[in-house]
């Protein structure tokens, strides 16, 4: 029996839990329109005895699947055949002992680890999802992907599309809210980039529309294929952590696509008595899209069983669209309305005990600030989850001796203009790219000493300030 032979998708709403083959290409639920998993039959799937098995892959680096990130774990994710697997050495990430964050969190020392999934091949934490999404593109013969994108997914698309040359890459982005850095490397990898009028949503909804009408692959994150590579993220981190469990997982919430697929890891890992616990979950939104956060703390929608209240979302929604209210935040990979993975993302919560923050600019911009001096820099959008940690710790919910890891989900170079008119000395600069967005001060501004070309004045300005 082939290991595929054990997995479908599947509905997640429990009344309908309606299955489909491995090999359609689906965004919903033909049935219900719900959202869809891959599932397992673990009980006919080879299964690790503890995850301390996947060790033996480390010596083994010749071998494309077992240098990966994503593939050495496999048998977590045994959703296509191996031999049909795409890989380019993703999910070669770092789990960091961060104490200097840690001090600006609030956490004890030695207690906040920064999980920086900038290391990847396209600089965030989208690849480990592409691979597997793109694997499975590949083994149902599909001949072009595409995606909406608010820069991460498209440039990650694009790059799987160049390397493996498998596939030809569409990418759909909004008008203006794109950063340099992620659109560059769509360019560069020769992705055909349609930028549409309008934001992420339109994208998303146009995207859909086009990839039906014309059968091309769909890798946005409702594709439930890229959140099984993304379950990876937790594995690496238990990994790294010696195979323990944190106390808390903390992690920006955009599509919801990462929160849901941690949430799926932790789920299975527990299903299958590889873990003895899950740890707490927390999605932090910004203030500026904060869709979640008002669903979950304002309106108290909850995954209750599967039976989620769409008639709050739906109002919701409704009032949403009715003022014209649209998300706007500096930190542009969540500036999302509706996040695609709202139901999915319910369920991790339930899962693991979460709560839901939203963060303001001003926060996410001081928290990168931190970030970066600390020694690894991180986009906007991932400095959310440590902006998210500090509030959660000053309110006394995260324990200041409790294990945390945030998660850093984007390069410090996606987003440099953002940094720039941060650290800049220029007021005006700071004011156009960043006064529009309710930031009023940089609080750890590293700023540029300004000299004449004179070699006096060099010695005297290093002297005064270095
Ligand atoms: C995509 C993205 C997010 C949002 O992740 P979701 O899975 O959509 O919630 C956050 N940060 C960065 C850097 C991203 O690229
Ligand atoms: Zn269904």
Redesign the pocket.
Known sequence: MSATDAACQQCIRPDCGQRYALGEALVACAACGGLLDVAYDWNRLPVPKTLADFEKFWSRRADPLAFSGVWRFYDLLPFAPRDRVVTIGEGQTLLQRADRVANYVGSNPGRLYLQYEGMNPSG???DNGMSAAFTHAHWIGARRAACAS????SASLALYSCVSRLMQAVIFIGSGKISYGKLSQALDYGALTVQIAGDFDDAMQRVKEVSQQLGIYLVN?VNPFRLEG?KTIMFRVLEALGWEVPDWIV?????????SAFGKAFAELKQLGLIDRVPRLAVINATGANTLHGLYNGQGVRWNDGRIDQNKIAAFYAEMDEHKRRASTIAS??E?NR?V?LDKCLRALAVCNGVVRETTDQEILDAKAQVGAGGLGC?P??AASVAGAKQLVAEGVIGRDERVVCIL??HQL?DPTATVAYHTTDQEQFNKVLGARGVKRASFANRAVAVSNDLDEIVRAIQLYG
């Open positions: 965030s934490f989208k608010t820069g991460n997914t994150s993304q992690v920006p919430g955009g599509n919801l696509g990462n929160s990979a969540i999302i996040p993975n986009e959008a991932s989900t984007g996606k």
